[in-house]
């Protein structure tokens, strides 16, 4: 790769660098030895791991600093197969990304994740759990949350809860950041470093590939103004998510001509999520439930306890991965809720007559308000066992499968880049394995006397072709350049680099081959880690 390297440029612009930068106000742009596209979770902690460093590095971020309408445009999608919420609902083009979005929520793989599994086709990463471990403590660095081992020797509280007989149901919790939002957590340090430098509404709307199609020589980028301009770069980070990855590689046609990374047609293919639905369940003793099963603070930190099979459990049965989690919702119109809107209001500045009446409404059991403060001071939630109904929250892994996948259209959005078409298409082992889970689930709890599920209350199978109001999805988009050995079908290698590209990689739950059933960003933010020590390593041998 060293022939490839270009000297380095001190000037990464013409203009002020160590800034935020509007892409419009850049005079002139150099090259740069990083170019990460996106500034979202990935983007945002691989530009981090090169914090006063001497490697320079910009970060193109579509949107601009606060959420803006007309920045959405290119996410605008077709919707071909299952319906799939998150593809509008659950991407944002703003500085921060989906971190603007989400709870916060992180929890680890596990072990079977990365296991190749005789009963799941496609399954299995090029390494195991064990080499990610260090950069999942890296990873909870960069989330700013403590170091812990999300089972029992790490347990945030003195009461256990009771998973089963047998032990063929286990338990873990995940944790959540108390700031998610990484523009807010990283906004400062992003614009006083040195050498990494944000620009916004900087669109990367094409890669150019060399003309041996084994490296990329530059991105073309563009504003929503119609500014255009082409940045050099000697490292490509793709940091998009899951659906403009794919769309970002199968859009550079220039010279392949079905895309960068594309020549066995797999760029796109795998597209996964964590198809979700809910179950009702009434606890025998909701005080004594809602003490082992709800949510959980320590030192301030928010943890959710999880349920998932064990892997015997799944070897016998032939099942995915696949897990629970104890929600509440408000039975009616309660004080709590009450106040809670009222506040949320006046954080908005948008009191209006609801708002007044909702003030009243809880200013009429001050008691309940007092509980409920009390119960927060104390590490529980808030509102009283009364006051709400419990379900389970259930969320598996798919099977990936080539037919479910992300292709590009004809259409074209505001920046001249054609649109993404969505396929979501589940198996029917997917209900199959919430359905085996679930009554697994209730004849132990049953057993145990911790609480009766209504499993057929909500009829499962056949949901995977969307009967029965089919299965949400969880804004999880993953699979679609899929990691592996054989180019013929993966699109990156273990080390997150394109196959044949030697200076293009992706950062994002697009390169998982399978999913888990939890929450993928804290393996992303490992993935980031690693790549950003290989992305160094390069550059040293420049």
Known sequence: ?????????????????????????????????????????????????????????????????????????????QIKGLPHRGTHEGRTRVLGGTTTLWAGQALPLFDIDFKKRDWVQFSGWPFSRDVLLPYYTRAEDVMQIPHVTYDDRSWPHNQRPIQSIDGSIERCFSQFARIPNFASKYRKLLAASKNVTVLLHANAIELSATPQANGVQSVTVKSFSGKTAILKAKLFV?????IDSARLLLASKAVEKNGIGNQHDVVGRFFQDHPTMIVPL???????????????????????????????????????????????????????????????????????????????????????????????TLGLRGRSVKDVRYSLLISSEQDP????????????????????????????????????????????????????????????????????????????????????????????DASCRVHNYNNLYVASSSVFPTGSFSNPTLTVLALCCRIADELKASLKRC
């Open 238 to 242: 793709i940091c998009c998510g899951g």
């Open 1 to 77: 790769m060293a022939k490839d390297c270009s000297e380095f440029s001190k000037a990464l612009f013409e203009a002020i660098i160590a800034l935020i930068l509007e892409f419009d106000s850049v005079k002139e742009i150099e090259s740069v030895d990083v170019c990460i596209i996106g500034s979202g979770a990935a983007g945002i902690a691989t530009a981090k791991e090169f914090f006063d460093t001497n490697i320079s590095v910009v970060v193109l971020e579509g949107g601009g600093g606060k959420h803006e309408e007309d920045s959405q445009d290119p996410y605008k999608c």
């Open 401 to 492: 499968s080539p037919e479910s996948r992300i292709t590009i259209s004809g259409d074209k959005d505001s920046l001249g880049m054609p649109r993404s078409i969505v396929n979501w298409k589940i198996s029917s082992n997917v209900s199959r394995t919430i359905d085996l889970f679930m009554r697994e689930i209730t004849k132990q709890w049953r057993s145990l006397g911790i609480a009766e599920v209504d499993v057929d209350s909500v009829p499962i199978l056949g949901r995977e072709t969307g009967e029965f109001g089919g299965y949400s999805d969880f804004n999880h988009h993953i699979g679609t350049t899929r990691m592996g050995t054989d180019p013929k079908t993966s699109v990156v």
């Open 282 to 376: 009434k606890p025998k003793d909701p005080l004594e439930f809602d003490r082992r099963f709800g949510a959980i603070r320590k030192r301030s930190n928010l943890n959710l306890v999880k349920f998932f099979p064990n892997e015997h459990f799944q070897r016998e049965n032939g099942i995915l991965n696949v897990g629970a989690e104890v929600i509440h919702e408000d039975v009616d119109n309660t004080p709590l809720a009450a106040v809670q809107r009222f506040m949320k209001c006046v954080r908005n500045l948008e009191l209006n007559g609801n708002s007044l009446s909702d003030l009243r409404h809880a200013l009429k059991n001050p008691v309940a308000i007092l509980g409920a403060g009390v119960r927060k």
